[in-house]
């Protein structure tokens, strides 16, 4: 089983997207308050064939604490910024795989095409940081109730580990090489003034740059959120 080439995203538009945005909220920025959140993410992971292969054992650990932190403020009184850095948390596997793609077979009863080579322990981790710059259109439910959509550029950095044991009898180390990669995040929630729920997702995740892709490929989070003036 071998890891798949990722395209890439230029560094140049990361940084631009950030100034730009930084730029906007310097110029249209009223009263700001911090944010703290607090939730659960939920990772989807790369299909059959990347890093476990279905028919032999395997483990997926998709689900970790979220937690951010950040700033908010009004840009007029039906939309809001959002600046927050976020850590989306970790996403591991474990699993016993045949070596060579081309001795695996989903179809046949042993999973292998012939004779299963001797099986290779696949053990890998890796974790997503980083920033969120979005704006909040906002609908008034009541007084102090407020719906919102929440939608931007997720700029953040991503690793990916993986040992491989008994790899034709010998063990290997394979490392993604971290870089700033840039997503989206699109969400959703209710707040009053001094607290909110929301529900985020960030539907593309993957690792980019070299031929080590990330377990993990989106993330969805369900946070609770507090505001300081």
Same mark, same amino acid.
């Given at each position: 089983?071998?890891?798949?080439?990722? @395209?890439?995203?230029?560094?140049?538009?990361?940084?631009? =997207?950030?100034?730009?945005?930084?730029?906007?909220?310097?110029?249209?920025?009223?009263?700001?308050?911090?944010?703290?959140?607090?939730?659960?993410?939920?990772?989807?992971?790369?299909?059959?064939?990347?890093?476990?292969?279905?028919?032999?054992? &395997?483990?997926?650990?998709?689900?970790?604490?979220?937690?951010?932190?950040?700033? =908010?403020?009004?840009?007029?009184?039906?939309?809001?910024?959002?600046?927050?850095?976020?850590?989306?948390? #970790?996403?591991?596997?474990?699993?016993?795989? =045949?070596?060579?793609?081309?001795? &695996?077979?989903?179809?046949?009863?042993?999973?292998?095409?012939? =004779?299963?080579?001797?099986?290779?322990?696949?053990?890998? +981790?890796?974790?997503? #940081?980083?920033?969120?710059?979005?704006?909040?259109?906002?609908?008034?439910?009541?007084?102090?109730? #407020?719906?919102?959509?929440?939608?931007?550029?997720?700029?953040?950095?991503? +690793?990916?580990?993986?040992?491989? &044991?008994?790899?034709?009898?010998?063990?290997? @180390?394979?490392?993604?090489?971290?870089?700033?990669?840039?997503?989206?995040?699109?969400?959703?929630?209710?707040?009053?003034?001094?607290?909110?729920?929301? &529900?985020?997702?960030?539907?593309?995740?993957?690792?980019?740059?070299?031929?080590?892709?990330?377990?993990?490929?989106?993330?969805?989070?369900?946070?609770?959120?507090?505001?300081?003036?």
């Amino acid at each position: 089983m071998k890891p798949k080439k990722e @395209s890439s995203w230029p560094t140049a538009v990361t940084i631009a =997207t950030g100034i730009l945005f930084g730029l906007f909220i310097w110029n249209h920025a009223k009263a700001m308050e911090m944010e703290l959140g607090i939730g659960q993410t939920h990772f989807s992971h790369t299909p059959n064939g990347t890093w476990w292969q279905q028919g032999f054992p &395997y483990k997926l650990d998709m689900s970790h604490l979220a937690d951010s932190i950040g700033m =908010t403020g009004r840009i007029n009184s039906w939309l809001r910024w959002h600046t927050d850095y976020e850590s989306l948390g #970790r996403a591991s596997e474990n699993s016993w795989d =045949t070596p060579s793609d081309a001795n &695996y077979s989903i179809t046949t009863p042993n999973h292998c095409n012939g =004779t299963c080579l001797p099986l290779a322990n696949y053990v890998g +981790s890796g974790s997503i #940081r980083g920033i969120a710059l979005t704006l909040a259109p906002e609908y008034r439910i009541a007084d102090d109730l #407020r719906f919102f959509v929440n939608a931007g550029p997720f700029l953040y950095r991503s +690793s990916w580990n993986e040992q491989v &044991y008994n790899w034709f009898g010998t063990t290997v @180390s394979l490392n993604h090489k971290t870089r700033w990669e840039i997503g989206e995040k699109i969400g959703l929630g209710i707040r009053n003034h001094r607290f909110g729920i929301e &529900y985020d997702w960030y539907p593309c995740l993957h690792t980019t740059g070299d031929s080590i892709p990330s377990l993990y490929t989106g993330a969805k989070v369900l946070r609770l959120e507090g505001y300081f003036s």
